[in-house]
T-cell receptor, first 114, second 113 residues
């Protein structure tokens, strides 16, 4: 089973709202990722967690706050977003980080910021 | 740094036509290579992969061979179906502390009945 699940599927929020995206995997993977994908573009890496510790932050604005409560769960907390943050947010996982690992993606959360 | 160049679409084919989407790469060492597919409104699905030179990845009638001498990983399918309409991304992972996949820009494939 190579399933990564994400909730919610769609999210609409105002610029003053606080919301969270959730990602879950039960493959025993120790690395989890957040990507942002704009229309007609490839995904762009935002954050990498390895063994529940933040390993990479690709200079993402502080209005995006990741959290890894345990090895199966990854959250992305959103606060004071801008309309340009509207995008598809993808979660991925891999066995390990740092190797030439295969990353498995979830279905994404389509976010619209009004 | 690492980079992936894939043919830019859109590519439009008739059902049962032969498909080739070209992908070449620049990377440190010997990366793992991947093709991901994104159907409309969905996330990315791993289509196939290859981890060393001359490996052939295959899945759902799609194939790609890791060619180190030409630094290529072209995607092929002998007979496309309407259901293959999607965006296809070539990607590599060269490992190390980089952690991230390097993607091509994506190729939109439309298959007409």
């Amino acid at each position: 089973d190579t399933e990564v699940t994400q909730t919610p599927k769609h999210l609409v929020m105002g610029m003053t709202n606080k919301k969270s995206l959730k990602c879950e995997q039960h493959m025993g993977h120790r690395a989890m990722y957040w990507y942002k994908q704009k229309a007609k573009k490839p995904p762009e890496l935002m954050f990498v967690y390895s063994y529940e510790k933040l390993s990479i932050n690709e200079s993402v604005p502080s209005r995006f706050s990741p959290e890894c409560p345990n090895s199966s769960l990854l959250n992305l907390h959103l606060h004071a977003l801008q309309p340009e943050d509207s995008a598809l947010y993808l979660c991925a996982s891999s066995q390990e980080a740092g190797g030439k690992e295969t990353q498995y993606f979830g279905p994404g959360t389509r976010l619209l910021v009004l | 740094g690492d980079s992936v160049t894939q043919m830019e679409g859109p590519v439009t084919l008739s059902e049962e036509a032969f498909l080739t989407i070209n992908c070449t790469y620049t990377a440190t060492g010997y990366p793992s290579l991947f093709w991901y597919v994104q159907y409309p409104g969905e996330g990315l699905q791993l289509l196939l992969k290859a981890t060393k030179a001359d490996d052939k990845g295959s899945n759902k009638g799609f194939e790609a061979t890791y060619r180190k001498e030409t630094t290529s990983f072209h995607l092929e399918k002998g007979s496309v179906q309407v259901s293959d309409s999607a965006v296809y991304f070539c990607a590599l992972n060269s490992g190390g502390s980089n952690y991230k996949l390097t993607f091509g820009k994506g190729t939109l494939l439309t298959v007409n009945p």
